[in-house]
């Protein structure tokens, strides 16, 4: 018993600090929990900065939930793809929060829906 918890804690040892996310880094939100809060429908704060429309709340809240993308990994598709397309929105976000010069250009390139589905959202059932 004894040893069995040692194994278990020296794994969850090695495989914290061999892990390229540190603990703090854990996201807060899922992939979906982005799409439905942040992206989903005309009237969300996505479709929002498309339309030029968005608020203040709207660009914190963005910059929130990108911020936990790249930290999420999706069912399907490549891993670097993935890594390069979340972290470029996640970039943007932030740019749009932090009311950054071009942070528009960067967040409609990087806020593609469907090159990023075609890639990485699996088919659901
Ligand atoms: C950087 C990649 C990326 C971008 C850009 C992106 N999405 Fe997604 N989206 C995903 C992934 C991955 C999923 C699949 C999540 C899952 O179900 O596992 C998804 C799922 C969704 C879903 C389904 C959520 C659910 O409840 O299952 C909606 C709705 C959605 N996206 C809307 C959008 C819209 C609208 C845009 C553009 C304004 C957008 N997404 C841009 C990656 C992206």
């Known amino acids: 018993m004894r040893n069995t918890l040692l194994i278990v804690a020296g794994a969850a040892l090695l495989s914290a600090g061999f892990s390229p996310l540190r603990a703090a880094d854990k996201p807060k939100h899922t992939i979906e ?4 809060q942040g992206f989903k429908g005309k009237q ?18 963005l910059a929130e939930l990108t911020h936990d993308l790249p930290l999420n990994t999706p069912e399907m598709g490549d891993a670097k793809s993935w890594k390069t397309k979340a972290t ?3 970039a943007a976000g932030k740019a749009l929060a932090e009311g950054k010069p071009g942070a528009l250009e960067l967040w409609k390139e990087a806020a593609n829906c469907k090159a990023c589905h075609t890639d990485h959202k699996p088919e659901k059932k």
């Open 33 to 36: 929990e982005i799409m439905e």
């Open 88 to 90: 470029a929105l996640a």
């Open 44 to 61: 969300s704060p996505a479709a929002r900065v498309g339309k030029g429309e968005a608020t203040k709340a709207d660009f914190k809240l």
